[in-house]
């Protein structure tokens, strides 16, 4: 359906920035809502943020909130995630996703099983 290649991901220190890319290919037309995901080492996948590709509606994790930010441009079918103020629990493997279904502004937007396409990750880390 969608194809998606994320890029961005680095190593830095606590306070520091990284911007998370990730490119959109296919078939978008029945895509409505895309979200970034993380996973750390032992732990379940988590959503992060979300993002309705047909409206300015946007919705965070609490504990994001106030540092990331998520965006898309329309125009290249690219999604982001500005991360600002980066702590050493942001430390994972950052995954967007794509979903044939809109987005509720609400933390249902970052289940899980409500995605149905997903890139391949980047890793982020995060130091002390």
């Known amino acids: 359906q969608v194809q998606l290649v994320e890029s961005g991901g680095g190593s830095v220190q606590a306070g520091g920035s990284l911007r998370l890319s990730c490119a959109a290919s296919?078939?978008?037309?029945?895509?409505?809502?895309m979200g970034w995901f993380r996973q750390a080492p032992g732990k379940e996948r988590e959503g992060v943020a979300a993002l309705y590709t047909g409206g300015v509606g946007t919705y965070y994790v609490d504990s994001v909130r106030g540092r990331f930010t998520i965006s898309r441009d329309n125009t290249t079918n690219t999604l982001y995630l500005q991360m600002n103020s980066l702590k050493p629990e942001d430390t994972g493997l950052y995954y967007c996703?794509?979903?044939?279904?809109?987005?509720?502004?609400?933390?249902?937007?970052?289940?899980?099983?409500?995605?149905?396409?997903w890139g391949q990750g980047t890793q982020v880390t995060v130091s002390s």
């Open positions: 296919g078939d978008t037309r029945s895509t409505y809502c």
């Open positions: 996703a794509a979903a044939a279904r809109s987005c509720t502004s609400g933390p249902g937007d970052l289940r899980v099983s409500w995605y149905n396409s």
